[in-house]
């Protein structure tokens, strides 16, 4: 009976968590981990060049049906994850707008994990409610937001800008929440952004039911930014088709080259349309902070929504967005819904940020920013904002005196797009029209990048601008020093000339 009583005692024991002395155990051992990872994440390759199902070749088919121990799956994230990642973390990444992770932010992302809640509710959480919305408005200080702008964090912009034109749908088209679009007699109604504006607006229409092909690209000018004329002029055209103009999307930082639209000019197009203003500054967000950038929020005073990315340029981990909406109980009226097993756990007057969107389920994000704000401060981060301009203006200053490369874009936040435009012997390879010698410089700027990525060395990426391929860099990760961008321009420069050799060769 007495080895009965103990084997049931065993067992029970099992169905628990992991025993306190050896879970210490474990976090020591992570934590060592985590700090020889960061020290040495510069001796890493910064991508692999494996062929797709690589990695999925080397996993087991079947999971396994006895629990396995900790330090083999430590040690398994050593031999297959970490050699087949792209390290985003890493100094030579340099493409999208160089991703940034740092100690402050691991230390409020491990914080955060053991906390576990669900901030859906003021009561489900006091503390996530209460300091959520106490970052959101450090943030809106930050900013220069007026008071009336109220916020809400999602994980990314491009359900920020989902929310923002579900409630700029509502206003346009009232009771849509209950009766949807269906039978209503209602104008089709149309979004317009830049050509240079992010594909989020096109995925927020078909998730609203407003259709992909009422979003309007509307061409820019030399500098990438929306062409104001132009707006108006589409509008007009639309109104005559019998289409309403519901939204214009303003865009402060530019996926390819960091462009900033004339948002003063667009906001005076909208209110003479009576059509909803959000500003995408999910990048030039962090920008608008430093004095000498006021200039990138100028006119934001007068927008309705405005979404930015505190995981791109205020070194929160990945995933953190924040949507301000002026008058946020505009927001709330479009997504508020309280199901009975929820009811005893909302109090009246008490914010529930459930209420402000789709999403139930919500992670406790705000406790990283916190931490991570706190750590820098305003002015250590200012400083680190201030360190990516000045690399991007160094990297400039590289590519005007190397004759075999010309910017393609103005530098003025920390990303760089520029093309290589020698390397075609035109008797050789018989290009002979300018469009057929952009054809083949397109194809090489492509190649050059490619290139570069398989190596493992450094990473870029390649976007297009006035219709031509340019190689595009991001600045922005703590660990990128002025020695790397001299390093990876060095790799840029030495692949050109492997390139000019082999054109020219006979």
Known sequence: MKDRQEHLRSELDELGDTPPGIFRKQLHQLADWIADFRQNIGSLRVAPNDKP??????????????????????????????????????????????????????????????????????????????????????????????????????????????????????EAAPSTRKLGLINRDLPPFRIYASDQAHSAAEKAAIALGLGEQNVQRVPVDAEFRMDVAVLREMIAQDREGGFQPLAVIATAGTTSSASVDPVPEIAKVCRENKAWLHIDAAYGGGFA??????????????????????????????????????????????????????????????????????????????????????????????????????LANLLASWI??????????????????????????HAVSGATTPATINGQLDKLNSEIVERINASGRAYLTQTKLCGRTVMRIGLGNVLTTEQHLRDAWEIIQKECSSIERVMVRP
């Not at 050699?83 to 493409?95: D, I, K, Q």
């Not at 009561?123 to 943030?139: G, Y």
């Not at 190397?402 to 103005?410: C, G, V």
Request: aromatic share 10%.
């Open 289 to 390: 902070m430093l004095p000498e950038y006021k200039w990138v929020r100028e006119g934001w005073e007068m927008a309705d929504s405005i979404v930015v990315n505190p995981h791109k340029t205020f070194f929160v981990p990945l995933d953190f967005s924040v949507l301000y909406v002026r008058d946020l109980q505009r927001l709330r009226r479009v997504f508020t819904l309280i199901p009975e097993v929820l009811r005893g756990d909302t109090i009246e007057g008490e914010k529930n940020y459930m209420d402000y969107g789709i999403q139930l389920g919500r992670r406790f994000r705000a406790l990283k920013a916190w931490v991570i704000w706190r750590s820098l401060g305003r002015a250590g981060m200012v400083s680190r904002l201030r360190e990516q301009i000045r």
């Open 400 to 425: 005007k005196i190397d004759r075999r490369f010309e910017l393609a874009a103005p530098v003025n936040m920390g990303v760089v797009c520029f093309r290589f435009v020698a390397g075609i012997d």
């Open 53 to 170: 199902g690589a990695i999925r070749a080397q996993l087991p088919a079947r999971a396994p049906e006895e629990g396995e121990p900790f330090e083999k799956i430590l040690a398994d994230v050593d031999r297959l994850i970490v050699p087949g990642m792209t390290h985003w973390s890493h100094p030579m990444f340099l493409g999208y707008f160089g991703w940034t992770t740092t100690a402050p932010g691991i230390l409020g992302e491990i914080l955060t994990a053991p906390l576990n809640v669900n901030a859906m509710t003021w009561r489900t959480c006091p503390a996530a409610t209460e300091l959520e919305t106490v970052t959101i408005d450090w943030l809106r200080q930050w900013l220069g937001l007026p008071n009336e702008f109220g916020g809400v964090v999602y994980d990314t912009a491009s359900v920020g800008i989902m929310h923002a034109l579900a409630v700029a749908r509502e």
